[in-house]
């Protein structure tokens, strides 16, 4: 057998103790009532930008994007007076915010867990913070510029 | 006629002899019909006494034979040769795992987490015995049968990269088993278990990979019960916050 | 045994590699529909810049159309839409996993489920498209 000065695995025995804390974690107070209700809100927010990038996305980029710069779209489509005129319909105006701020939240839920899980970056707050914080910067600006018009 | 054979590069940890992990190579005879058990057991029998493993049914039920097989979680009982037959098969113990020894790996933080989504049927009302069995129509059970199929192989876990992130994370089976009995019909334990799994270390560290459920042996699904519970609790959330007396947390 | 009930035995820890996401076809994939949301929050932010031209009169707004017209855009909008649409595939196959529909005894199989959701696109793009272009 190894000296125990000697062997580097003897020492991840101690390490290895996670069961433990399992274990102890479940005995813990729940403070959790809490956290998971953020956490909640988080995954209706991710879904729903889930199913608006799926579902509204494809067809907007299509035609704002591709269509207006390829040159198939009519004149008049995105010509000032007329989208002046739709934008300013408040109908108009919410579906121009679910299109721009829901993708955001489905955005920053996958690169916070992008941050821990695949760059093995372990600030979770901050990621979390940095994260719905770009997106909620995101949504106020869109409601400022949708309030402009 | 020459015998065939197939090479087999076999994984050994041996902290007695060495404090690192190394390769053994052996030469199997091979025939159409056999699996990498066979194989390991050769190598036992014939080559080599000190290698360990686990094993016990070999025929897909018991769970215990979970290996990594040219790099992917597979059962050894149910894998067989002519798979890879003439190439050399690469043989490790399941990752994401320590190992004990040579193809064996520690369970503890396996076992100590599916304890703790209480696996078992909660009541909070017991109906008198005079009231018979409780009685559940076949599309009761269909709700939660898929999930009952697990036989905690822990292929899903060697699968997972969050668990490799995360040892902490409670991983597919043990959200799988609590959702199992969240959805059977003589159960009442639902807001404990949401409790146990609605945390950071469970549901919600999960990302929808999806591997767990592709290399289950048993097609139980562990990603779906996953997001489904998520939904679950989602939706109770919701409820709770809009509605004063609705929901439960 | 210890109090934690953990090992009293030497064991190997091997931790994964940085770059899992690299290693293996199901991984590349899962990596590859993750990064389409940030393709997702490009075309946002293309908006919001969209809405803030219009916002500053006709001059702003079509200063912002010529950039929007040219060939950098077009090829940029074509990979956004080319990542959308992978988003929307993955998303709708993912959803038929999760959503259980039971109908006369029965549950819904996921290929009517993915159909009923297609259509679902279909009929919304068409709707969109209308009001962009023509209404």
Known sequence: MDE???????????????????????????????????????????????????????????????????????DRAL?????????????????????????LYHWAHRFRFAIHHQFGIHAKRLAAAACYGTALAGTGLAVWAVLRI | MAERTISLKVARYRPEHRPDQYFDEFDIPYREDMVILDALNHIKDELDGSLSYRWSCRMGVCGSCGMMVNYKPRLTCSTFLREFYPK??????????????????????????????????????????EAGEYLQTPAEVE?????????????????????????DFLGPAVIALAHRYNMDSRDQGEAERQRAIAVDWGIWDCTFIGECSVVC??????????????????????LSMLLPFGGHE | MKEDGGPRYPVLVRTPSRTWWLRAGPYRRFAAREITSMFAAL???????????????????????????????????????????????????????????????????????????????????AAVAYFLIWF
């Open chain 2, 143 to 167: 709700q939660y049968k898929g999930f009952s199929m697990c036989i905690n192989c822990m292929l899903c876990y060697a699968a997972c990269p969050v668990v490799g992130r995360d040892p």
């Open chain 2, 88 to 129: 050399p098969i690469v043989v490790e113990p399941l990752e994401n795992f320590p190992v004990v020894r040579d193809l064996v790996v520690d369970m503890t933080s396996f076992m100590q987490k599916l304890q703790s989504v209480k696996p078992w049927i909660i009541r909070h009302v017991d109906p008198p015995m």
């Open chain 2, 217 to 238: 042996p048993k097609d139980v699904d562990p990603a779906a019960a996953i997001q489904r519970e998520k939904v679950a609790k989602t939706t109770n959330t919701m």
């Open chain 1, 79 to 103: 010509a000032y007076s007329r989208v002046l005129h739709l934008a300013r319909n408040p109908i108009v105006k919410l579906y121009l915010l679910v299109v721009i701020a829901l993708p």
């Open chain 3, 43 to 125: 075309f946002s932010a293309l908006l919001i810049a969209f809405l803030f031209a219009l916002s500053l009169g006709p001059h702003a707004y079509g200063r912002f159309l010529s950039f929007l017209g040219s060939t950098g855009m077009l090829a940029a909008s074509s990979l956004i839409l080319a990542a959308v649409l992978y988003h929307m595939a993955t998303w709708f196959r993912l959803t038929t996993h999760i959503v259980v529909i039971r109908l006369g005894g029965r549950t819904v199989p996921r290929n009517a489920i993915l159909a009923a959701l297609v259509v679902a696109w279909l009929a919304v793009s």
């Open chain 1, 4 to 74: 125990q000065s000697e062997s580097p695995v003897l020492g991840e025995v101690l390490d290895w103790s996670e069961g433990g804390q399992v274990a102890s974690r479940a005995r813990r107070a729940p403070v959790r009532g809490r956290q998971s209700r953020a956490e909640a809100l988080a995954w209706a927010l991710f879904s729903a930008g889930g199913f608006v990038s799926a579902v509204l996305l494809p067809i907007n980029v299509a035609v704002i994007g591709v269509a207006f710069a390829a040159g198939w779209l009519p």
